[in-house]
T-cell receptor
Framework: GAGVSQSPSNKVTEKGKDVELRCDPI?????LYWYRQRLGQGLEFLIY????????KSGLPSDRFSAERTGESVSTLTIQRTQQEDSAVYLC????????????FGPGTRLTVL | GENVEQHPSTLSVQEGDSAVIKCTYS??????FPWYKQELGKRPQLIID?????GEKKDQRIAVTLNKTAKHFSLHITETQPEDSAVYFC??????????FGTGTSLTVIP
């Protein structure tokens, strides 16, 4: 079946603009994660969704970052007033249920803030 | 919060030799430790994981060991092959919600 998909694959924006990144998880996966991966770095946890429960936003680096998820489907990550340090690959992952389960990653969105 | 450190950052081995990557964690509540492999330009993929009630797990040429007392876990790859060349990430999860990743090890297997 289809894996996790993300769009756009690449996004170039100017400093100060808002961007919206999209993630389509695997159908039936209730858990969804967003990560940020700076060049040559590890994955930095941003936010976690589980079904209709309140999301775990503890990893969001500032109030410029927000994310939404409609039920157990699509999620969007919004970055307002982008800064150059926001440049990174943003990865989305989903898993069947929360906890000790394999996360399936999307291909990522490469964001470049000029 | 949890802090995961990973060493070495780069590792080169001859084909057929073994490779070992080590990670330490800080939160004693962490109870799930997955390892992901990320080939150049591709997405991370799970290769093996271990839970805190187990000390060692093997899957063909890959094994992971966990020492809860010392708060460290390691990935062992035996009989390395060129296709093992990739970046490997360890991770720790105390809640199943948050996953804390190491900074990655770039493994190069020299034919």
């Amino acid at each position: 079946g289809a894996g996790v998909s993300q769009s756009p694959s690449n996004k170039v924006t100017e400093k100060g603009k808002d961007v919206e990144l999209r993630c389509d998880p695997i159908s039936g996966h209730t858990a969804l994660y967003w990560y940020r991966q700076r060049l040559g770095q590890g994955l930095e946890f941003l936010i976690y969704f589980q079904g209709n429960s309140a999301p775990d936003k503890s990893g969001l680096p500032s109030d410029r970052f927000s994310a939404e998820r409609t039920g157990e489907s699509v999620s969007t990550l919004t970055i307002q007033r982008t800064q150059q340090e926001d440049s990174a690959v943003y990865l989305c992952a989903s898993s069947l249920v929360r906890g000790m389960n394999e996360q399936f990653f999307g291909p990522g969105t490469r964001l470049t803030v000029l | 919060g949890e802090n995961v450190e990973q060493h070495p950052s780069t590792l080169s081995v001859q084909e057929g030799d073994s490779a070992v990557i080590k990670c330490t964690y800080s939160d004693s509540a962490s109870n799930y430790f997955p390892w992901y492999k990320q080939e150049l330009g591709k997405r991370p993929q799970l290769i093996i994981d271990i839970r805190s009630n187990v000390g060692e797990k093997k899957d063909q040429r890959i094994a992971v060991t966990l020492n809860k007392t010392a708060k460290h876990f390691s990935l062992h790859i035996t009989e390395t092959q060129p296709e093992d060349s990739a970046v490997y990430f360890c991770a720790a999860s105390p809640t199943g919600n948050q996953f804390y990743f190491g900074t990655g090890t770039s493994l190069t297997v020299i034919p």
